[in-house]
């Protein structure tokens, strides 16, 4: 044991082995050793170790580390050594505490190679890895996180291949995710480290841990840790977040469906008093408006952006983002990235863009938004970097916003400047920061009122309008009269800065406000000093500074041939190309135009519409106006080519393809309307539907109706045929409409049978008043028989009787009423046949009166069968009103018959009850006489008793009768 003495510190007597002979016997130590305790010694030996001699514990150890992770699973302390000694090895994370000034300047390098070497050599066998997944499943702090530390050393030197391993393990990933809901802190914050760097640039891996519930658990510690107040751990978390979050679509879409926007509302809650904030809190809160720019950047695709705008203004985080934009108080570096995030989330959202428009700043008298972050942007004292975030956001508020941009040239125009001064407006401060003496205010100003015009011919032709008072005394020039003249003079002006830069600025908005509107080129060139300066700009032999000012000149002289109208005669296209051959030639017109798009700057601004400058001379180019001459390189270099005949048949072309348009538009408008009218067409088709369901459902009542009439009218007309037939016998044609004799007989004989009925009906009703009277005399019998305390046979008797006759009465009743439903049917038939009867009667009447008395007889008959059937009705009604009184008592009768009942059935309980007792008393008299007669006593008889009493009772009956 002396190696193992000199390496515990221990004594020893011979000579001091070396470093690399110790690792030696601590390695056959542990291969060869059966005891457990030894191989953990020497493991931890070799732990010791690791740190000062890496190399050679990587060497020699390396193998025999392996194979003690998997054979001595069971115990946790030896695995916790291996895992450690491990990580020592492979980490680059030195400690150089004993090495000597030479070694520490290669030592960065060396141990970088070694890491890396030394995790090829471990992850050569892909089980290894699949191992370290396994380990890092035990609970056992020993084990778990010395494996996640070692997990974390092996992803930062082989990252992808590692990746790979693990994602082709099972439940690779899933077994890490783990690590979130450890209840160690040290673990889990150490978990939150690994999950980073499993997840660089690895789209599968992302979208797993994002589907295994990355999102909520790391939100989770997020809040648990304070927000944006949290330490390190919320650092870790929010760049975790963004890894899976970037360039990945599918998580971004995830994120946003999973409502976890809403949860980033709090990270953005400031108070009033923003002093003192400490370097964490900057960069979480920084991590954490990245993320939102993460969502909402402009290389995501359109509809993913657009979604994620909207439900950042419904959860009520833009509103949390303009108020930190408002605030006093914040860092500098936090207010810049807060406008920046501003910017996106408002880009290309008219709904987002509409609520910044009314945003106001805390001021007296309050001031938009929008004119407080121009002031910064063309104030020379401001940062550079707030600068520009400030025009970042003035063209993403302008970004596919037509109605901003007429906002902002409206404060130019004359109509709507403010008379008093008393307030500023955003079209003075960008022509406040145009005519600046400073550079940078010029470019900004130029770049931010260009995007004003982007894409809008009519604001391009109000924005000619505008008129500037130069000097007092002057009459006012035009603005675009103004912009030419400072670029013609830009060499005379003094300026702070770059005046290429203020020259490029002027440029690009003159190019953006030509481009695409005829009458601003018309302007352009009424002026006579607009031409000549630029053809002698692009024919001049300048430095290498003025090359870009140059190619930019003729950008602008080739807009104004290839929008040329060929209203102005003396600038007709025709002449301005043989201008350019005669002054500049073609060949060098064209090399100058590419100028442009070969300068490395211009490369810079095409990649991102942000504009990232890390200086004010490298603040040349706009990105939009970068895909502006992408677009216009093309055509103007064919324009200058091409010859008058052509540009005669490209006019043609053009006016062809206008009329074209126009027609196209004419019948775009034609086919609207039409389909306005069609739609209306349709909505009046389906009204005409149901009215004419309704009218044919009326149509065909009407029709069952008349069906009806003419049967009544048929029916008529035969009996009227037999009628004339009856009287043809006394030599008239009666015409009766079909009303006879027969008839009214057959009224008479229906007549009498109702007065028959009636005396039927009255009869039965005495009946029943009788069957009333028994049942009252009944329930008399019953109380006096009840408080006598009859029998009980002779009350049951009398019940079972009256029971009867109710089942009789309620028989009766059932019997009358159907009865006199079928008289009320036979009643309405009646009535209907009646109404039937009088309309016949008045044409008969006529026809009656000329031919003989014996119809005004009929017809009298008939009306005293009409009032007679009255009487029977109103006989009728009162007889069922008796009928309901009857009715009524019987269900009185019911209900004190039932009562009678249950006082039968407690009277004939206490007589069985008496009797029980009568029972019992002469059960004890019977007993005690038998006592008596054994005592010796005289004792009388039940039968000497009782006639005994009865010769008392007749004694008594005949005093009475002597008295």
Known sequence: MNFLRGVMGGPSAGP?????????????????????????????????????????????????????????RSDSEIIGYALDTLYNVISNDLEEEEQDDSEEENSPKQGDDLGSQFTEIFIKQPENVTLLLTLVEEFDFHVRWPGVKLLTSLLKQQGPQVQQIILVSPMGVSRLMDLLADSREVIRNDGVLLLQQLTKSNAAIQKIVAFENAFERLLDIVTEEGNSDGGIVVEDCLLLLQNLLKNNNSNQNFFKEGSYIQRMKPWFEVGDDNCGWSAQKVTNLHLMLQLVRVLVSPTNPPGATTSCQKAMFHCGLLQQLCTILMATGVPADILTETINTVSEVIRGCQMNQDYFASVN??????RPAIV????????????????CAVLYCFQCFLYKNHKGQGEIVSTLLPSTIDATGSSVSAGQLLCGGLFSTDSLSNWCAAVALAHALQENAALKEQLLRVQLATSIGNPPVSLLQQCTNILSQGDKIDRRGSKVQTR????????????????????????????????????????????????????????????NDNSLENYRKEKLKQLIEKRIGRENFVEKLGF???????????????????????????????????ELEGVISKAIYKSSEEDKKEEEVKKTLEQHDNIVTHYKKVIREQDQELEELKQQVSTLKSQNEQLQVTVTQQVSQIQQHKDQYNLLKVQLGKDTQHHNSHGDTLQMNGIQLEEV????????????RHEQLQGQLKEKDAVIENLKSLQVEMGTEQSSQLSSSGGMEHSAELQKELELLRTQIQLQAAEI?????????LQATNTAIDPALGASGAVASRSSEKEGRLLQELGELQSEVKALSEEKASLQQQLDSSSSTVAILQDEKSKLQQEVAEAKKEQDDLLVLLADQDQKLSALRSKLKDLGMPVEDEDDIESGDQADEDEDGDEEEQD
């Open 16 to 72: 001091q082995p070396s470093g690399a002979d110790t690792i030696q016997k601590l390695c056959d130590r542990v291969a060869s050793s059966t005891l457990l305790d030894d191989r953990r010694d020497a493991v931890r030996a070799l732990k010791a170790l690791s740190k000062k001699y890496r190399l050679e514990v990587g060497i020699q150890a390396m193998e025999h580390l392996v194979h003690v992770l998997q054979t001595d």
């Open 361 to 366: 700043a805390p001021s007296n008298p309050p």
């Open 372 to 387: 407080v972050l121009l002031m910064s942007m063309v104030n020379e004292r401001q940062p550079f970097v707030l600068r």
């Open 504 to 563: 490029v600025g002027l440029l690009m908005l003159l190019c953006t406000w030509l481009s695409n509107c005829s009458i601003a080129v018309t302007h352009f060139l009424h002026n006579p000093a607009n031409v000549p300066f630029l053809t002698g700009q692009i024919a001049e032999n300048l430095g290498e500074e003025e090359q870009l000012v140059q190619g930019l000149c003729a950008l602008l002289l080739g807009i104004s041939i290839y929008y």
């Open 596 to 630: 442009i798009s070969k300068h490395e700057l211009y490369s810079r601004a095409a990649q991102k519409p942000q504009p990232g400058f890390s200086s004010p001379e490298h603040m040349m180019f706009d990105h939009e106006f970068t895909k502006l001459v992408k």
């Open 745 to 756: 007989s057959k009224l008479r004989e229906e007549l009498e049978d109702w007065r028959n």
């Open 821 to 829: 439903s079928k008289l009320q049917t036979e009643n309405q038939k």
